[in-house]
Structure formats: C-alpha cells, structure tokens
C-alpha cells in the first residue's frame, strides 16, 4: 500500500508529540510505503542522521514550510497553534499535488494530535485516518478547589480554546470525512462522536521502543524494607500531586517514604503543603534529574503515584510497568487507558475527600502486601510488551489500514452474476 502521512511534529530520539510522529512513520513503513510530510527546520537533520545510521526503503520525506513567517513556530505557544494551522492548508496542497503523481491509497493524520484542530489532506479524495488524537480530557470541576489563581485561568483558557475548535467548521469536516478516528482516551472518544466521526475506536497514543522496554526490565522494584511511593513528572496543578501528597499523610504507613522527581511551578505550593502536613522527614524533593540519575532512583522505588487529572498520554505510566512496578492513578485520560486492574489500583475521580481516602487505601495495600506488588509489577511488563510497544503498535496500525483500503476495494467492485 501507498500511505500518505501528515506529521507536523517527527524527530527520532524524541518523546512527545516528536516522537509520536517518529514512531508511527517509522514502524507503518515495515510493512508499507510511506510517504510522510513534515517541516525541515525542526527535524530535518535529525532525520536524515538516523535514516543514514538505519536506512528504510519504504519511508520517504517530504519537507517544506510556510513560504511566509516560516519560523514562526518559534514565537510561543500560541504562535506554534497559528502556525501549525496554517501549515495544515499548505499541507493540503502538497499533498493534492503528491496523490496526482504517486496515487495514494489512504491518507492519515498523526501529529499533533489534537482533535481540536482539523486536519486539510482530509480533503483528498482518498481513505482518510484521524489521529491518534487527544485533548478532550478536562480537569473535573470538583477538583478545581485545590487549584491556584494561575491554575484556574489555565483551565478556563484551556476550555475555551477547545470549545473554540469545536466550532470551527473545518474541524467538524475533517470529523465528517474521517473514516476512522483514533482516540487516545475514552473522553476525547466522546468529542470525536459529537463531531460527527462515525467510527471511532480507543487507540493510546503512548508506546515504547523494545530497546526501552529491555533496559527498563533492569531496573526492577527495590527489595528496601523502607516502602518508596514515587511521583515523577512536571510539577503542574493538574497533575495532581497535592492528592497524592494528602494520601500519604492519611495513610500513615509506617517506614514510608514519597519521592518526587521533577519540579515545575507547583514546588513552592507542594513544600508548603508537606510541611502542613508534618511530612518533611518523610517526603523528598529531588528535582529534575537526569535520566539515568531518574533510573537508578526508580530502582530505590515501588510503587508509582500518578493522580493526574488530565492527561493524553502519560509515558511515565508504561515506563513505570515496563520496570515491573505498580501503578496507582486516577481512572481518567490516558493513565485510565494503560493501567489495569492487573497492573495497578484506578481511582475514581468523583470529589478530592473521596478520591485522596481511596489513594490512601490503595497505598496502604500495596504497602503492605508484597506478592500483589510483584504480581502487579510483572503483569504491568506482560501488559507493555504485547500491547505497548511501537512494533505492536506499528503492526496494528498497518492491519486496519489494510481492512479500510480493502473494504473500499470491495464496495467499489461490481457484482457478477
């Protein structure tokens, strides 16, 4: 098959929506030819190193940018939402042009992956894929109490700007004319519905390498008598850590330990609340850390806390099953996606007293009981090696390409009698 790929944002060695991008074009062309449209100025380089490190016949680049205001993606946030708006028209474009010479069997949209947004090359007359996308998940109202001024205004902005999209009318074509969205979590599933895709399947947009997935196999949980729950990430309001905190004081388990690895805005406000809580012999702040430092931390470790509110994707999750550790998160976005009940404890998210009472009992069971941590901690490696991996991911992704190009050979074909 001749696949079109729409992706923005694509850098080999990347995470986030760059390694997103990476990933998808990378495994689709072990098993079809793909072209791929994407800026020079971010990736180009990097690209080109690693095809040369590691050639793929079947994957082929095609580089261009706006002819006008090429850099602006540079300028912020909002700048880069602009710009890649724009991009998206080029795109369409370059790609008419690309279908009448190579002819194309379907055309998919991969990054960003922000169903607010719409994507242009829909408009070919050819199969089109949407996604994965994210973005529909929202911070419940219940929690916004526990939120800074700062964190507020980013919520309402952030809803505002989503509703915004929803009413583009380009956004509800590309909708319309999507064969099959990919959804990364069951609330931007719902968007997607309200916007008219009438085929729309739950698709996490969160994967790893098995080159990542061996070496985190390394680091397996510590055998420490002294129990380390561990928070890694951005210190953002709405990732919740002020729960997790508060959980740990409720639970009262004893030779107990929380690390948090990262900073962010919220460190200052997360001090503040260890130290109403009595908790400053028992909570450490390590900060940003470099990887492998982060790594040789994970193996101190045993549990993984992570109640965020909103969330697409959340890596740290699959990494921290990839290394045979228990997850405990909220059961909302992506981390309510990978975790099972096999591999972690959900937590409903219904009000902040009933969901730091249950986190608090989730930590005080898996304090306390051994065996389920272990049994957790290997089914969470079972559950990464045979459903997030980008080869697993990449062979899926080929096989439904394959079912919708061969659906519309069958539909187009005349009946014999």
């Not at 912020?76 to 890649?84: D, E, T, V």
């Not at 850390?289 to 969330?311: I, Q, W």
């Not at 459903?387 to 014999?416: C, H, M, N």
Request: some cysteine; charged content about 20%.
């Amino acid at each position: 098959m001749k696949i079109l790929i729409s992706a923005y944002s694509c850098e080999p060695g990347q995470g986030s929506e760059r390694g997103i991008g990476w990933n998808i074009v990378r495994q689709l062309a072990e098993h079809h030819q793909v072209w791929v449209l994407t800026r020079p100025d971010e990736s180009r380089a990097a690209i080109e190193d690693e095809l040369a490190r590691n050639p793929a016949t079947n994957l082929h680049f095609v580089y261009f940018t706006l002819p006008i205001w090429a850099n602006g993606w540079r300028w912020g946030q909002g700048a880069i939402q602009l710009h890649y708006y724009l991009w998206q028209i080029q795109a369409y474009f370059v790609a008419r042009q690309l279908h009448h010479t190579i002819g194309f069997d379907l055309v998919h949209h991969a990054t960003f992956g922000k169903y607010s947004s719409p994507s242009f090359i829909s408009l070919l007359p050819i199969p089109f894929v949407w996604g994965p996308v994210g973005g529909g998940e929202s911070a419940p109202k219940a929690f916004w109490q526990d939120f800074s001024w700062r964190g507020k205004i980013y919520e309402t902005l952030r809803s505002l700007a989503r509703r915004l999209g929803e009413f583009d009318p380009f956004v509800h074509l590309t909708a319309q004319r999507s064969l099959l969205g990919l959804a990364t979590t069951e609330e931007t599933a719902q968007r997607l519905h309200k916007l008219g895709v009438k085929n729309v399947q739950i698709f996490s947009n969160v994967a790893l390498s098995c080159e990542d997935i061996a070496r985190l196999a390394e680091y397996t949980p510590s055998q420490s008598n002294v129990i380390r729950f561990v928070s890694i990430g951005r210190l953002l309001h709405w990732k919740g850590i002020h729960l997790a905190l508060k959980a740990f004081a409720l639970a009262q388990v004893e030779e107990a330990e929380f690390w948090i690895i990262g900073d962010g805005p919220e460190r200052q406000r997360l001090e503040t609340l260890v130290k109403q809580l009595k908790l400053i012999e028992r909570v450490r702040f390590w900060g940003t850390l470099p990887r492998e430092e982060t790594l040789s931390k994970l193996a101190e470790c045993h549990v993984l806390v992570h109640p965020s509110l909103h969330e697409s994707g959340g890596w740290v999750c699959s990494e921290m099953m990839a290394a045979g550790h228990p997850v405990i998160c909220l059961n909302l976005g992506g981390p309510g996606v990978q975790v099972t009940e096999e591999t972690g404890i959900k937590i409903a998210a219904n009000c902040p007293d009933h969901t730091v009472n249950d986190l608090s009992k989730a930590m005080i069971s898996l304090a306390k009981d051994v065996e389920i941590r272990v049994h957790m901690g290997q089914a969470g490696q079972k559950l990464i090696k045979e459903v997030y991996s980008w080869e697993v991911k990449g062979k899926r992704l080929a096989q439904i390409f394959e079912e919708i190009v061969d659906r519309k050979e069958k539909i187009k074909k005349p009946l014999t009698l």
